[in-house]
């Protein structure tokens, strides 16, 4: 089975950062994309970021410049600089491989003076 567990979120002043990892209980060269997805309170989850395995990266126009996705071998990460209220909210990892899709069950990350 499967896992992706995450880790990193916590409270942040506006303007700080912070770093999330992904762990897996399998390689994470293994997936083919991973990803960053996060859900505010009364809101759709939504995509922060994307790592396909090639190298190339994606992002939502809201993180731009601000957000870095990145992996290795054994996690996967996002560089959140430059926080605002407005990312508030709960991040989760996703991963693809082989066919099927798994997803971690989040961390919290409130950005708040």
């Given at each position: 089975?499967?896992?992706?567990?995450e880790s990193g979120?916590?409270?942040?002043?506006?303007?700080?950062?912070?770093?999330?990892?992904?762990?897996?209980?399998?390689s994470?060269?293994?997936?083919?994309?991973?990803g960053?997805?996060?859900?505010?309170?009364?809101?759709?989850?939504?995509?922060?970021?994307?790592?396909f395995?090639?190298?190339?990266t994606?992002?939502?126009d809201?993180?731009?410049?601000?957000?870095?996705?990145?992996?290795?071998?054994?996690?996967?990460?996002?560089?959140?600089?430059?926080?605002?209220?407005?990312?508030?909210?709960?991040?989760?990892?996703?991963?693809?491989r082989?066919?099927?899709?798994?997803?971690?069950?989040?961390?919290?990350?409130?950005?708040?003076?």
């Amino acid at each position: 089975q499967v896992q992706l567990v995450e880790s990193g979120g916590g409270l942040v002043q506006p303007g700080g950062s912070l770093r999330l990892s992904c762990a897996a209980s399998v390689s994470i060269s293994t997936f083919s994309v991973m990803g960053w997805y996060r859900q505010a309170p009364g809101k759709q989850r939504e995509l922060v970021a994307r790592s396909f395995s090639g190298g190339s990266t994606h992002y939502a126009d809201s993180v731009k410049g601000r957000f870095t996705i990145s992996r290795d071998s054994a996690m996967a990460y996002l560089q959140m600089n430059a926080l605002k209220p407005e990312d508030t909210a709960v991040y989760y990892c996703r991963g693809q491989r082989l066919g099927n899709d798994y997803w971690g069950k989040g961390t919290l990350v409130t950005v708040s003076s």
